[in-house]
């Protein structure tokens, strides 16, 4: 009996088919990578979680141990409350004034698109290229922010910004806002000039002032690039060493320690891995919820 | 994209009805120039302090400008301890290593996902995505342990493959919204005229995704080259610090005093590369920060 001949539409499935498998060929080295550097690292970490190892040595299985002992760790609990509030000051400043900044320049002007670009630039140099630039600006003998606001007749004398965890942590706002407010600038002017320009000429002509336009039609209109952007900034912070690190040193006594820093001086500084490892864990999940919260939006998006 | 061409096709958001110019107007440009001189300013005086004498940069009060310009503090910066070119050589290094890992990785895996339709295609995008929730910090320690076994602490390739992992997700992604913006049509005349597969991406797709590529490599070689908590653990030695590990070092200085000078001076070497092939390839970067985020 012979075969009959497959149809043109079987004939394409059955091609397809074989070459879908290919498709590994391409996207298996990133798994690999992925597996090797990400995942196996991470099945290590939570071991290690369970052992009270040191860079020194050691290794005993002791349990829960260390996470018993994170209950009871004032130092971490301080770190992740300070951590805590940095973000949550942080995060509206940085959205705010970045709105700000976008309405400010959306329009196409040169002055704008300087104005744009000039915001923008902190935003590519280094964390802690900028961090150090503020721990001079800030400093009480050469720093020239004090000998700036002594000039303005803001202060009758230059300030030591690091003597006092509130000073140090509004110094360190003050330089971050200047290091990011340009990413959230230029996400929202994305957003903005997303919106159809159409809904704004309407409102125009319904005699609708300017800051009713944008209360009423740019900030509900941008809402989700409002809230991703949100997201990630505060995940940011809620990652924070580099500026603490340089800028405070965790000081003044151990009041401006942030979550990372805290783990990062229990496993490098006193080389305690185990317990670094299960802390490293509970910040991994606190991070968890708020970037699986970005990802389901952003695929949600994705998917319009 | 770039910043300054961003709303290049969009309608003004003010609509102009009159020819006049509104006194709002001249108070909103002064708001504008304000801006821009308070977020230029500490760039401009750290390079004006860069500039001055030791001495001068070191006074107290200081003084915005310099009394008279000496290199003096670029020279020192350039002779700190194993010797700025070693530094700049170990970030460089590092960063292109990044760069070529980001671009082998990504490219064929984003080309995968775009085109293939194989069974579990979904899982393996969410796999590629894990490093944005694992956030590299925790997973820090494990590698630390398991490259020191391998020889890859204080190795130029140990820290590129910490970035690699960083840079990895956002580059994969890229990668796979330029291989989707691809018409279809261009890959079945390809396959029509009986192209393989390795040819197909090689001579047909990639051509096509240079914009992607190049703003992966650019992500990839401006997050490299300023990362800190990696480069400060991994490159702890003398002579594999990276750049912004030396600046840490320049401040600390010796005998606990500050050489404010040397220290904007390395501050600004350190920011040069990245304003320049951010200001060259600016378009580049803002569609690239657009699509990782929003999109």
Not at chain 1, 163 to 181: D, E, L
Request: proline share 5%; with cysteine.
């Amino acid at each position: 009996m012979k075969t009959m001949p497959s149809s043109p539409t079987v004939r394409r499935r059955r091609a397809r088919r074989a070459r879908n498998w290919q498709g590994w060929l391409f996207v298996g080295p990133a798994l690999l990578f992925v597996g090797v550097f990400v995942l196996i690292p991470l099945g290590q970490l939570v071991a290690m979680s369970m052992t009270d190892r040191s860079l020194l040595g050691g290794g005993k299985f002791v349990g829960l141990e260390n996470y018993e002992k994170i209950w009871n760790d004032v130092g971490f609990w301080r770190a992740l409350a300070f951590t805590a509030e940095y973000t949550i000051v942080l995060t509206p400043i940085l959205m705010g004034l970045g709105y700000a900044f976008a309405l400010l320049t959306v329009d196409n002007t040169p002055l704008r698109r300087i104005t744009r670009t000039i915001v923008f630039l902190p935003v590519v140099i280094g964390l802690g290229s900028s961090s150090l630039l503020w721990f001079w600006l800030f400093d009480e003998r050469v720093g020239l922010l004090n000998k700036l606001l002594v000039d303005l007749g803001i202060l009758s004398e230059p300030m030591v910004w690091f003597i006092t965890a509130q000073r140090a942590f509004w110094a360190v706002v003050i330089s971050i806002t200047w290091k990011v407010v340009g990413f959230g600038m230029v996400l929202f002017i994305a957003g903005i000039q997303s919106i159809n320009p159409e809904i704004t000429e309407a409102a125009v002509v319904d005699g609708a002032g300017y800051w009713k336009r944008v209360w009423r039609i740019l900030l509900p209109l941008s809402r989700r690039i409002l809230l991703l952007t949100t997201l990630i900034s505060a995940i940011g912070s809620m990652l924070a060493f580099d500026q603490f690190y340089i800028m405070t040193s965790g000081g003044p006594r151990g009041q401006t320690f942030t979550a990372v820093y805290w783990i990062y001086q229990n496993s490098f500084v006193s080389f305690k891995l185990g317990y670094g490892a299960a802390l490293s864990i509970v910040l991994t999940l606190i991070i968890l919820a708020f970037s699986a919260t970005q990802i389901a939006l952003t695929a949600r998006s994705a998917g319009k | 994209m770039s910043v300054a061409t961003l709303v290049s096709t969009a309608r003004p958001l003010r609509v102009a009805r009159a020819r006049r110019i509104p006194p709002s107007a001249y108070i909103v440009a002064a708001i504008a120039v304000a801006v821009c001189a308070i977020m230029a300013a500490p760039i401009v005086l750290s390079f004006l302090a860069s500039i001055k004498t030791t001495a001068d940069a070191s006074a107290a009060p200081p003084r915005y400008l310099p009394e008279t310009v000496s290199f003096e503090s670029y020279v020192k910066v350039l002779n700190y301890q194993a010797g700025l070119a070693t530094y700049v050589f170990n970030s460089g290094l590092v960063a292109l290593i990044t760069i070529g890992a980001c671009l082998v990785v990504a490219a064929p895996a984003g080309y995968g996902l775009a085109r293939y339709f194989m069974r579990g295609k979904e899982i393996a995008f969410l796999i590629l995505l894990s490093p944005i929730m694992i956030p590299y910090q925790a997973i820090l320690t494990p590698l630390y342990l398991d490259f020191a076994k391998v020889g890859l602490v204080n190795n130029h390739l140990g820290l590129a493959i910490v970035h690699t992992i960083l840079q990895l997700p956002f580059s994969i992604f890229l990668m796979r919204s330029s291989f989707e913006a691809i018409p279809r049509e261009i890959e079945e005349a390809a396959i029509i005229d009986g192209c393989s597969a390795w040819t197909r991406m090689t001579k047909v797709f990639l051509p096509l995704a240079v914009p992607g590529l190049v703003t992966v490599a650019l992500f990839a070689f401006i997050n490299s080259w300023n990362e800190f908590l990696a480069a400060l653990i991994f490159m702890n030695r003398e002579t594999s610090f990276t750049v912004p590990i030396l600046l840490v070092a320049v401040r600390t200085g010796k005998l606990g005093a500050v050489d404010w000078g040397a220290l904007e001076a390395s501050v600004m070497i350190s920011i040069v590369p990245c304003l320049g092939v951010y200001l060259a390839l600016q378009r580049y970067y803002i569609s690239g920060l657009l699509s990782g985020a929003v999109k």
